[in-house]
């Protein structure tokens, strides 16, 4: 009687055992396969706004020149705006539009840059060397037989946009300068930047003059 009740709790001990063994087996599964299954984390430059749906730009012109026209009022009530460029500029994973305002000098054009908030577009603004904010217009081209001109471009991977310009007439008035605006994370802006500037500077003008 006796081993048989020995023998009884050590079947009972043995099946506690073995159950305890299998929970401790699923939960170690359960435990990788939650690891394997997480996204990947986020680069921490993105915020949930870079979620958001990427609009049709297209479907905005018409909206978008009665902005410009609101915003510069010295153009054309028959301006014809167009797209240039749909690019992440700003690096915060949503498009902005480079808009060609199809305007400008008999040698030059017009473009500004525009983006996406809150499912609607605003011309993006500019934070100036004085400090002033405003929206800005960029100009393309050479003029006077190539004695003066404007270029502007950006550097993606670095977040920079620039003016540069250059007046060359053997006189006291010539020049050479570019103006470059650096995006700061915190502000939400392109703003002046004084050493990108005076680098870009060197660079563009020192091409020019080769």
């Not at 997480?38 to 049709?56: A, C, D, V």
Request: proline content about 3%; some cysteine.
């Amino acid at each position: 009687m006796k081993n048989s009740i020995l023998y009884k709790h050590g079947i009972l001990r043995y099946i506690i055992a073995l159950l305890i063994l299998i929970l401790f087996c699923f939960m170690l599964v359960y435990l990788l396969l939650s690891e394997f299954s997480q996204s990947p984390p986020r680069p921490p430059y993105l915020e949930e706004k870079t979620f958001k749906k990427q609009l049709n730009w297209q479907e905005y012109l018409p909206y978008l020149k009665n902005l410009v026209l609101e915003k510069f009022k010295e153009l054309p009530a028959n301006l014809n705006v167009s797209l240039e460029k749909i690019i992440d500029i700003d690096g915060d994973g949503i498009n902005e539009a480079l808009v060609n305002l199809n305007y400008g000098g008999a040698a030059t054009e017009d473009y500004i840059w525009v983006k996406q908030k809150d499912n609607n577009i605003e011309i993006v603004k500019f934070k100036e060397k004085d400090g002033s904010i405003k929206e800005k217009i960029f100009i393309q081209g050479v003029g006077g037989g190539g004695r003066y001109g404007f270029n502007f471009d950006f550097l993606e991977n670095e977040r920079i946009i620039f003016q540069a310009s250059f007046y060359a007439y053997n006189s006291s008035e010539d020049f050479c300068k570019v103006e470059a605006y650096a995006y700061n994370n915190l502000t939400n802006l392109f703003e002046y930047n004084e050493e990108k500037s005076k680098i870009l500077t060197e660079k563009y003008c020192k091409n020019l003059c080769n």
